[in-house]
């Protein structure tokens, strides 16, 4: 059974940093791809980055240059290194991973989510 | 990276059927057969329920239905059942390796 479980979470000043884990279990990281989508308080769903099986690694524009994707295929995690945190980046923050590994077309499985609060 | 724009609410009664439309451009929607659809339940993590723009995960009802024609896709929920309330969102691939969600509509069953 596949089971995505999302840590470090918490309260972080702004222009702080935080680095979130998902540790997948069922699956293999390194042969999949595995996304970061965000859910502020009371909003809508919001991509925030994926990383490939080939390592490659990409970004939405509201995150580009402060937050790296990354994983530790020993482990099999998945992490988020989120730098210069802003108020906007208040969220839920969910992994997820590709239903096919070929294909764009949709994740099929979700972690429980772990909220970040940037806030002074 | 636009936000697909969807709905904010549709609403319908058990039985009757509501579409959820979802809009994009040629650069997301409508340049590739990547849509999917996702039910969130208050509290919870998404469910995917459509893939590829037609295709169910198996355990998703064949209540729901997935299409697209040009830069809108739309997922249909026939039959509707009071467990059918929650939040949906489409998502689409939008080239470059990256992906764009829409805004979310709120299904509420009368």
């Known amino acids: 059974e596949v089971q995505l479980v999302e840590s470090g979470g918490g309260l972080i000043q702004p222009g702080g940093s935080l680095r979130l884990s998902c540790a997948a279990t069922g699956f293999t990281v390194s042969n999949n791809y595995v996304s970061w989508v965000r859910q502020a308080p009371g909003e809508g769903l919001d991509w925030v980055s994926v990383i490939y099986s080939d390592g490659g690694s990409y970004y939405a524009d509201s995150v580009k240059g402060r937050f790296i994707i990354s994983r530790d295929n020993s482990k099999n995690t998945v992490y988020l290194q989120m730098n210069s945190l802003r108020a906007e980046d208040t969220a839920i923050y969910y992994c997820?991973?590709?239903?096919?590994?070929?294909?764009?077309?949709?994740?099929?499985?979700w972690g429980q989510g772990t909220l970040v609060t940037v806030s002074s | 990276q636009s936000a697909l724009t969807q709905p904010r609410s549709v609403s319908g009664s058990p039985g009757q059927s509501v579409t959820i439309s979802c809009t994009g451009t040629?650069?997301?929607?409508?340049?590739?057969?990547?849509v999917s659809w996702y039910q969130q339940r208050p509290g919870k993590a998404p469910k995917l329920m459509i893939y590829?723009?037609?295709e169910r995960p198996s355990g998703v009802p064949d209540r729901f239905s997935g299409s697209k024609s040009g830069n809108t896709a739309s997922l249909t929920i026939s039959g509707l059942q009071a467990e059918d309330e929650a939040d949906y969102y489409c998502?689409?691939?939008?080239?470059?390796?990256?992906?764009?969600f829409g805004g979310g509509t709120k299904l509420t069953v009368l």
């Open positions: 997820t991973k590709a239903r096919d590994p070929y294909s764009y077309g949709g994740c099929d499985s």
């Open positions: 590829d723009v037609t």
């Open positions: 040629t650069s997301d929607v409508g340049g590739y057969n990547y």
């Open positions: 998502c689409s691939f939008a080239g470059s390796y990256t992906f764009v």
